[in-house]
């Protein structure tokens, strides 16, 4: 079992920056995938980034430039470091966490924190 917990979400201008924070239970580095998702109100659940215990990372085309994934493995945390936000980035932002060794894969989630972006 991997527990994440998420923190760092508010309110903030367009075009401003937040940073989100997710401390997860365990070894970051034995964790296969740690990813952001955002569920904005009405909207299904997207793929905002990924990052791999090796540090590979992958961005949805509608952030990339702007956000930034990372891990620090001495903290156990990743980071979502967003700049230049547009008002549709208001959404829920969750962590999420894929573990496996062959089948079945793991999969955590956090309770997510709210981001509103807005003047």
């Known amino acids: 079992q991997v527990q994440l917990v998420e923190s760092g979400g508010g309110l903030v201008q367009p075009g401003g920056s937040l940073e989100l924070s997710c401390a997860a239970s365990a070894r970051i580095f034995t964790i296969n995938v740690m990813a952001w998702y955002r569920q904005a109100p009405g909207k299904q659940c997207e793929l905002v980034a990924s990052?791999?215990?090796?540090?590979?990372?992958n961005y949805a085309d509608f952030v990339k430039g702007r956000f930034t994934i990372s891990g620090d493995n001495a903290k156990n945390t990743v980071y979502l470091q967003m700049n230049s936000l547009k008002p549709e980035g208001t959404a829920v932002y969750h962590c999420n966490a894929k573990q496996w060794v062959g089948l079945p894969i793991e999969d955590y989630w956090g309770q997510g924190t709210q981001v509103n972006v807005a003047s």
């Open positions: 990052i791999t215990s090796g540090g590979t990372t």
